[in-house]
């Protein structure tokens, strides 16, 4: 049996892998390389093929790589080696040994081997103190910065509080049973002349059943001996993570502190421990996947969002998709022109901005929305993704009439920030791409698509029409259907085509409940039997209709304006829609 060492220039950085016979397998940085080597930057992610065969390994370059293999003096494209000989490729020793040879690091068997050892009177229990140092110790896990500092820390914490082990590790596995266990982290506890060893039977064991599994030496019978050795595997797995297993395992009888028999129920305390310790482990990998997830991005999602992401990470994610969204289009109104006033004192019109500005995030991050950019003036955000949100216009619905409202308390205050400040908003639902777009380092959220388009226009029509928030038709019958009266109501204006769209929009008002607004329910029903006779071209009937309107109704006099545009006769080409004529 013969042994490839790897030996890094950094404490950790080593592996031992068992050569199998006439058998061609990649070494290279990539992990899905059979001789994996991570650590090394100087190594390519596929550097070469390894074939052993006779008691030689012979190492082949792939032709694109830079560092070549280093042995006696001179660097070789190919080459082949002996038991004992070394070769170096990039930081990294390479050196081929026999089986016997006291590497000082972790071998992988196909089972567990006997080990002897000397008899003494002690059982394995757990206890509350236990307990809590594994407790206390958590945190070193939640602070972890990578993968290599978790699986540390995580052996140190089972190392204080398993004294009677030999060896603890942390093993990823991976599904193809062709392909090498890759040994994470160990530490060896006790002396031993013997290299520490893992079963793959019992990785194998752990990972098929979802639970600890136990192995204790016995007979060829199943009857208990003295002197033996124990193993237990803890898994470390969840569907949308790497599997890792906790492999812990020890003598018993003579040559440690053990008792000459042993039965698995003697490690129940043990194995207690280490299931919890796995448990925490699996939490700390969730949140550090959930926090890589949401690099750069965070401040964009609510609680609740993030929250929803991190109880479900499997087929959870932030890369751009095509998903059905709501989206809320926010701007204030006369921003250029105030800028122009306040050029005296910018950086106070500036904190005043800020304010704005929160107004809109708060509400649309309370309302479970996502921030997807912010123009100056104004603020994007929308609903139904990264998770679905089937209530997602409801949910939109609420969040501008809150904008509004906090607009409109602050009007009526002398010194408020918001004093002065209108804004208009759209709201329109569809088919959308949203996603993450940038590096982990700087990130924003994106979304893209005509419904966006349609939004920002429908935001620009509120100036022309002189109402605060306009609707196109699937946001406004959702909000028909499901948004309660005492919260909001709905008012159809008519059919729009924006500058830019084909297309006309059907357009509907969000107006606050009846008793926070001028237009009562009966005037709703007035002004929208008015718009179904101006789409028909009955003006003498639109204007019956609109002069039961309250005075300071700016819809109605929208719609006024475009009757006496025409000259109160409808064109002869008349299809009820009005055209806008600018942004």
């Known amino acids: 049996m013969a042994y490839l060492v790897a030996i890094g220039s950094s404490p950790g950085d080593h592996r031992e892998w068992q050569l199998d016979a006439a058998r061609t397998a990649s070494l290279g940085r990539n992990v899905e390389n059979e001789f994996a080597v991570p650590w090394d930057s100087q190594i390519s992610r596929k550097h070469a093929d390894l074939n052993f065969k006779s008691d030689q390994l012979k190492i082949r370059c792939f032709p694109t790589v830079r560092n070549q293999i280093f042995y006696e003096g001179r660097y070789h494209s190919d080459l082949t080696v002996l038991s004992g000989q070394e070769f170096r490729i990039g930081s990294t020793m390479f050196r081929l040994s026999e089986e016997g040879i006291d590497t000082g690091f972790l071998r992988l068997l196909d089972d567990c081997e006997k080990l002897d050892a000397d008899l003494t009177d002690y059982s394995i229990r757990v206890s509350d103190e236990r307990i809590a140092l594994v407790a206390g110790a958590a945190a070193t896990l939640w602070l972890s910065q990578d993968d290599e ?76 001996v003295a002197n033996g050795r124990w193993a237990f595997c803890s898994p470390v797995e969840a569907d949308d993570l790497r599997k890792w297993v906790l492999y812990v395992c020890g003598r018993f009888g003579e040559g440690s502190s053990t008792a000459a028999y042993l039965a698995k129920s003697d490690l129940e305390g043990d194995t207690n421990l280490t299931e919890l310790l796995s448990h925490l482990v699996l939490s700390a990998r969730r949140v550090r996947v959930l926090e890589d997830r949401f690099s750069g991005v965070r401040q964009f999602f609510s609680p609740a969002v993030i929250k929803k992401a991190s109880e479900s990470l499997s087929g959870f994610s932030l890369e751009p998709t095509e998903t059905e969204t709501t989206i809320l289009f926010c701007d204030v109104h006369g921003f250029s022109r105030m800028v122009e006033q306040s050029h005296a004192e910018l950086p106070k019109f500036l904190r005043r901005l800020n304010k704005a500005l929160g107004v809109m995030t708060a509400s649309i991050i309370d309302g479970n929305g996502v921030i997807a950019d912010f123009q100056g003036d104004s603020a994007l955000g929308f609903w139904g993704w990264p998770v679905p949100l089937p209530n997602a216009p409801l949910a939109a619905c609420r969040a501008a009439l809150r904008i509004l409202e906090t607009f409109e308390k602050a009007s009526q205050e002398a010194y408020d920030y918001l004093t002065g400040f209108r804004v208009g908003i759209g709201l329109t639902s569809g088919k959308a791409i949203a996603g993450r777009i ?117 819809a109605k006099d929208f719609l006024l304006l475009q009757i006496a545009t025409n000259n109160y006769t409808p064109p002869r080409d008349w299809d009820g829609v009005v055209s806008m004529k600018s942004k």
């Open 438 to 554: 940038g590096t982990r380092q700087q990130a924003k959220v994106g979304v893209f698509g005509p419904v966006v388009n349609a939004a920002a226009r429908l935001e620009g029509i509120t100036r022309k029409i002189g109402v605060p928030i306009l609707m196109d038709e699937p946001t406004a019958e959702f909000a028909r259907e499901h948004l309660p009266a005492e919260e909001g109501r709905c008012r159809r204006l008519g059919l729009l085509r924006p500058v830019g769209l084909d297309n006309p929009i059907e357009v509907s008002e969000l107006l606050p409940a009846a008793p926070f607004s001028n237009i009562s329910n009966r005037n709703i029903r007035d002004f929208e039997a008015a718009v179904d006779a101006f789409i028909a071209g009955d003006w003498d009937e639109t204007l019956d209709l609109l002069g039961k309107m309250p005075a300071k109704d700016r």
């Open 149 to 224: 500092e978790l699986t540390k820390n995580a052996v140190e914490i089972l190392e204080s509080v398993l004294p009677n082990a030999d060896v603890i590790a942390i093993i990823e596995c991976v599904d193809d049973e062709a392909k090498s266990p890759n040994v994470l982290y160990y530490e060896q506890l006790q002396a031993s002349k013997a290299r520490p060893s893992v079963s793959r039977k019992l990785l194998r064991r752990a990972l098929e059943k979802g639970e600890t599994v136990v192995q204790v030496d016995s007979d060829t019978h199943g009857q208990p």
